[in-house]
């Protein structure tokens, strides 16, 4: 099982540009998280889905967007990028309620907004 | 504010010496913690974890104490190994909040030397 997976690995963005991060999983997981961390900081929740269709903000969703279509995937939208975002992103996902469960993480997407 | 606090963001300790990694949480209503480890450039693996109902939970080598009534947990590593070089990031949960997932600590990175 390759686990979470996330792409690409590292990218620049202009501000304003738009994109993409792509995260698929292959444990048949229903719940899937995306994670910010800023360099000397913890993680913070930006969206999560509890299954395919259903998604919910978290602590910083401003200037993001996500969707959730089928259990593997559950790719973050960035619209109109701003210095802020730049950031190391994590996307995981757990069997059950995070709460109680340990979330599987992926290798991180390195994000560098110019 | 932060909820779950890591004071020290590094510590060195001597290979087959103890490391005793500390953390803080203001929140009463967390119920579970749990400990996880970073190496540079991937993502978080889960260490192990402990509910509130319980004070104590050992895993070889790792352990985690509880102590609620100071809101304070640690982890202890005996022995220290140079592969347990890494970052350690404590979370906490509320049980049964989906939209909480895990809040971290900003993490203390952790040096054995051989």
């Known amino acids: 099982n390759a686990g979470v997976t996330q792409t690409p690995k590292f990218r620049i963005l202009k501000i304003g540009q738009s994109m993409t991060l792509q995260c698929t999983q292959d444990?048949?997981?229903?719940?899937m998280y995306w994670y910010r961390q800023d360099p000397g900081m913890g993680l913070k929740l930006i969206y999560y889905?509890?299954?395919?269709?259903?998604?919910d903000k978290g602590e910083v969703p401003n200037g993001y967007n996500v969707s959730r279509s089928t259990t593997e995937d559950f790719p973050l939208r960035l619209e109109l990028a701003a210095p802020s975002q730049t950031s190391v992103y994590f996307c995981?996902?757990?069997?059950?309620?995070?709460?109680?469960?340990?979330?599987?993480f992926g290798p991180g997407t390195r994000l560098l907004v110019l | 504010d932060q909820q779950v606090k890591q004071n020290s963001p590094s510590l060195s300790v001597q290979e087959g010496r103890i490391s005793i990694l500390n953390c803080d949480y203001t929140?009463?209503?967390?119920?579970?913690f749990l400990w996880y480890k970073k190496y540079p450039a991937e993502g978080p693996t889960f260490l192990i974890s402990?509910?509130?109902?319980?004070d104590k939970n050992e895993d070889g080598r790792f352990t985690v104490f509880l102590n609620k009534s100071a809101k304070h947990l640690s982890l202890h590593i005996v022995p220290s190994q140079p592969g347990d070089s890494a970052v350690y990031f404590c979370?906490?949960?509320?049980?049964?909040?989906?939209?909480?997932?895990?809040?971290f600590g900003k993490g203390t990175t952790l040096s054995v030397s051989s």
């Open positions: 995981a996902s757990s069997p059950t309620l995070a709460a109680q469960e340990t979330q599987y």
């Open positions: 889905s509890v299954g395919a269709g259903i998604t």
């Open positions: 979370a906490a949960s509320e049980g049964g909040q989906a939209g909480t997932a895990l809040i």
């Open positions: 929140n009463s209503m967390f119920d579970y």
């Open positions: 444990m048949n997981h229903n719940y």
């Open positions: 402990i509910s509130s109902i319980k």
